[in-house]
């Protein structure tokens, strides 16, 4: 069937909750450095930005940074699954949304890191595209990963939603000149999106109603 409404979710904080995954992660990369880790909260208040960006907004050197990057991914990589969790009726916002519309992710994770949580939550089945960090020269909140999945999906022309829960979503849609939803459930508070779009749910499922 042909659907004119595309759907594109973030992940983190809007389908998934890999919360304890990230700290760890990020913990066992200033330990590999031999350097004192930063408290949960400064690290969670950067969470949706691109790891080299976080490790930077935390005082890494840039010289350094991606050698943390590299230690945090190795450790993430074998923890991801087990330390990441559906929020609440996420797996029902999916579906619903898959009965009126063509999904798609684009997220500031890896895409391999991602493509391999939503196969394991048995969910990658209702997306025809996935969009990473990997897959572009300007993550959100650039316009680039937005216009790449609809790029991919060949739908120039059609009603284009982005759900995510972070500012760095909305700018991202609205650089896109798509539509935008946000949700309460992750990282960014009500007073932080409202300045970008008064369409706030407090859910995935929500915004997919």
Same mark, same amino acid.
């Given at each position: /069937?042909?659907?004119? +409404? $595309? *759907?594109?979710?973030?992940?983190?904080? @809007?389908?998934?909750?890999?919360?304890?995954? =990230? +700290? &760890?992660?990020?913990?066992?990369?200033?330990?590999? /450095?031999?350097?004192?880790?930063?408290?949960?909260?400064? *690290?969670t208040n950067l #969470?949706?930005?691109? +790891?080299? =960006?976080?490790?930077?907004?935390?005082g890494v050197e840039e010289n350094q940074r991606w050698d943390y990057v590299e230690a945090y991914k190795e450790h993430y990589r074998k923890i991801s699954t087990q330390k990441t969790v559906l929020l609440k009726n996420a797996k029902?916002? #999916?579906? &619903?949304?898959?009965? =009126?519309?063509?999904? !798609? #992710? $684009?997220?500031?994770? @890896? !895409?391999?890191?991602?493509?391999?949580?939503?196969? %394991?939550?048995?969910?990658?089945? %209702?997306?025809? $595209? +996935? #969009?990473?960090? &990997?897959? $572009? &020269?300007?993550?959100?909140p650039h316009a680039e990963p937005i216009l790449k999945a609809i790029e991919i999906l060949n739908k120039n022309d059609n009603d284009i939603w982005m759900i995510g829960d972070t500012v760095l979503d909305i700018r991202s849609a609205i650089n896109a000149k798509v539509n935008a939803v946000a949700v309460l459930s992750g990282y960014d508070n009500e007073d932080k999106l409202v300045e970008f779009t008064h369409i706030i749910k407090d859910s995935a499922l929500e915004a997919v109603n």
């Amino acid at each position: /069937m042909q659907r004119s +409404l $595309v *759907i594109l979710f973030d992940l983190d904080g @809007t389908l998934i909750d890999s919360t304890e995954a =990230i +700290l &760890e992660s990020f913990h066992k990369a200033y330990a590999t /450095m031999n350097k004192k880790s930063p408290s949960d909260q400064a *690290i969670t208040n950067l #969470i949706g930005y691109p +790891l080299h =960006i976080m490790f930077t907004s935390l005082g890494v050197e840039e010289n350094q940074r991606w050698d943390y990057v590299e230690a945090y991914k190795e450790h993430y990589r074998k923890i991801s699954t087990q330390k990441t969790v559906l929020l609440k009726n996420a797996k029902e916002a #999916i579906e &619903e949304a898959s009965k =009126i519309a063509t999904l !798609g #992710i $684009v997220t500031t994770k @890896t !895409g391999k890191y991602s493509k391999v949580l939503m196969e %394991y939550f048995d969910l990658m089945q %209702y997306f025809d $595209v +996935l #969009i990473g960090f &990997e897959d $572009v &020269e300007h993550p959100k909140p650039h316009a680039e990963p937005i216009l790449k999945a609809i790029e991919i999906l060949n739908k120039n022309d059609n009603d284009i939603w982005m759900i995510g829960d972070t500012v760095l979503d909305i700018r991202s849609a609205i650089n896109a000149k798509v539509n935008a939803v946000a949700v309460l459930s992750g990282y960014d508070n009500e007073d932080k999106l409202v300045e970008f779009t008064h369409i706030i749910k407090d859910s995935a499922l929500e915004a997919v109603n």
